[in-house]
């Protein structure tokens, strides 16, 4: 056996048996990971493929496993209006816990009120500086 198998070799032993000296609890925590998307555009269209992407997240992590938001801000503001296109789309989205932020800068430029907005989504100051936040505490950032 060369130097370099058997030094492998002991370190999987002692990682084996570190792991394994951990609470079950411990060895099997699923990682929560976290996402953020980045809605600009006006466009239903696109609304409807970040709603998919996040629904198929959901699905494919398992919905305890992940957080998401969807961050909107510019024309994407629209997206969170309360006569929305995507309107039935928001209440399931909201239903499984994901996050619909909504930029207040975007709402004051455009004198829009939070009467004007979907019941039940969430308000970010700055859209931009909430994205940038998450992205500095490690969230994964998507925009379609």
């Known amino acids: 056996m060369s130097r370099r198998t058997f030094v492998t070799s002991?370190?999987?032993?002692?990682?084996?048996?570190?792991?394994?000296?951990?609470?079950?609890?411990?060895?099997?925590?699923?990682?929560?990971?976290?996402?953020?998307?980045?809605?600009?555009?006006?466009?239903?269209?696109?609304?409807?493929?970040?709603?998919?992407?996040?629904?198929?997240?959901?699905?494919?992590?398992?919905?305890?496993?992940?957080?998401?938001?969807?961050?909107?801000?510019?024309?994407?503001?629209?997206?969170?209006?309360?006569?929305?296109?995507?309107?039935p789309r928001l209440a399931q989205a909201l239903d499984r816990n994901i996050g619909l932020f909504a930029c207040e800068n975007t709402m004051r430029n455009a004198k829009v009120t939070k009467a004007d907005m979907y019941g039940g989504i969430s308000y970010a100051p700055s859209g931009v500086v909430h994205i940038v936040n998450r992205q500095e505490e490690g969230w994964v950032y998507l925009r379609p």
């Open 10 to 87: 002991v370190l999987a032993a002692a990682a084996g048996a570190a792991a394994s000296s951990l609470p079950a609890q411990a060895q099997t925590a699923v990682k929560k990971h976290r996402v953020v998307f980045h809605v600009t555009d006006g466009d239903a269209a696109k609304w409807n493929i970040v709603l998919n992407n996040a629904g198929n997240i959901q699905h494919d992590f398992g919905k305890d496993n992940v957080v998401i938001e969807i961050v909107t801000h510019g024309p994407g503001i629209d997206m969170l209006k309360a006569e929305s296109k995507v309107g």
